[in-house]
């Protein structure tokens, strides 16, 4: 099993910045990892998502440009780094884990790619 938790979250004012952390804990193998997010009564929507070795990455059209993740395996985290966010990104973001990961696309930014969910973490952004 792979324990996850989020923090970072917070209220941000649009155009400013916010970065979220993820950190990994337990004795599972893990793939690749990403950030998620969902507005209650929605489905979960993937952000943005990387590989184990950090070389390649995969982003929502929502957020290219403005989000970039990052991962350092040796300390087990992972961080979303939300520049310029929008009041459209206040929501519970979720971080989340595989197992094993397919090639790089869409179904990375699939939940159903995902094994193991931390318990989220609130970003509220203000105009």
């Known amino acids: 099993q792979i324990q996850l938790a989020e923090s970072g979250g917070g209220s941000v004012q649009a155009g400013g910045s916010l970065r979220l952390s993820c950190t990994a804990s337990g004795y599972a193998s893990r793939d690749c990892m990403a950030w998620f997010r969902q507005v209650p009564g929605k489905e979960r929507e993937g952000v943005a998502a990387?590989?184990?070795?950090?070389?390649?990455?995969k982003y929502a059209d929502s957020v290219k440009g403005r989000f970039t993740i990052s991962q350092d395996n040796d300390k087990n985290r992972m961080w979303l780094q939300m520049n310029t966010p929008r009041p459209a990104d206040t929501v519970m973001y979720y971080c989340?884990?595989?197992?094993?990961?397919?090639?790089?696309?869409?179904?990375?930014?699939?939940?159903?790619?995902?094994?193991?969910w931390g318990p989220g973490t609130q970003v509220a952004v203000s105009s």
């Open positions: 990387i590989s184990y070795g950090g070389a390649r990455t």
């Open positions: 989340a884990a595989a197992r094993e990961c397919g090639p790089v696309g869409e179904g990375w930014l699939s939940i159903y790619e995902y094994d193991f």
